[in-house]
């Protein structure tokens, strides 16, 4: 079985940081394209920022400049480096992408997500 485990979340006040850790369990060869994902309640699930190659990440406008992901696929783990945290980045936030099984096709699961709270 493959899945995807956030952890990291919690309640911090406006200015604060987190950092958001993620790991790809399972008999897993590879991960590819990762991102970190996050849903507010009553809004949709929005892409936070991703990394579609090595030295390639994107970022939303929103969090351009504050936020910083990485990824070490060695150790098949993807972080989010979350500063300056604003009470609207409230949200659960997750991470998803290409997962490359030792067998079997591509999978992209979804964890539980970590929630983050920002209070003002």
């Known amino acids: 079985q493959v899945r995807l485990v956030e952890s990291g979340g919690g309640l911090v006040q406006a200015g604060g940081s987190l950092t958001l850790s993620c790991v790809a369990e399972?008999?897993?060869?590879?991960?590819?394209?990762m991102g970190w994902y996050r849903q507010a309640p009553g809004r949709q699930r929005e892409l936070v920022a991703d990394?579609?190659?090595?030295?390639?990440?994107n970022y939303i406008d929103s969090v351009r400049g504050r936020f910083t992901i990485s990824t070490d696929n060695a150790k098949l783990t993807i972080a989010l480096q979350m500063n300056s945290l604003k009470p609207e980045d409230t949200a659960g936030f997750y991470c998803?992408?290409?997962?490359?099984?030792?067998?079997?096709?591509?999978?992209?699961?979804w964890g539980h997500g970590a929630q983050v709270t920002v209070a003002s």
């Open positions: 990394i579609t190659r090595p030295g390639t990440t």
């Open positions: 399972g008999d897993i060869f590879g991960i590819f394209k």
């Open positions: 998803n992408g290409g997962i490359l099984p030792r067998r079997g096709p591509t999978l992209s699961p």
